[in-house]
Nanobody, 124 residues
Framework: QLQLVESGGGLVQPGGSLRLSCAAS????????IGWFRQAPGKEREGVSC????????NYVNSVKGRFTISRDNAKNTVYLQMNSLKPEDTAVYYC?????????????????WGQGTQVTVSS
């Protein structure tokens, strides 16, 4: 069974940091681009960051550039999202998703598999 499991969410004060993990089971992430998405209450889901299958290309939504960093460890079959300088507007459920793709660049659409999400709350 192909599965993505997110972890690392929680409650953090503004300015704090969290590292989200996206672990795959039942398949290897080597050939998949991975995206991180988030959805806040009452808002549409948005793409936050993605990384190509090779790891050579990354992409970020403007609102997180310079604060979030995506990385992958194929040996651990895991992708990470390091989130620094968190703001209350980063509060959302964060999802990771996998897209079977060898494209040099990653995009925020066309993902095949999704995790169940992890809650991130930024509040004092």
């Amino acid at each position: 069974q192909l599965q993505l499991v997110e972890s690392g969410g929680g409650l953090v004060q503004p300015g704090g940091s969290l590292r989200l993990s996206c672990a795959a089971s039942g398949f290897t992430l080597d050939y998949y681009a991975i995206g991180w998405f988030r959805q806040a209450p009452g808002k549409e889901r948005e793409g936050v960051s993605c990384i190509s299958s090779s790891g050579g290309s990354t992409n970020y939504v403007n609102s997180v550039k310079g604060r979030f960093t995506i990385s992958r460890d194929n040996a651990k079959n895991t992708v990470y999202l390091q989130m620094n300088s968190l703001k209350p507007e980063d509060t959302a459920v964060y999802y990771c998703a996998a897209d079977y793709s060898d494209d040099a660049r990653c995009v925020f659409y066309g993902y095949d598999y999704w995790g169940q999400g992890t809650q991130v709350t930024v509040s004092s």
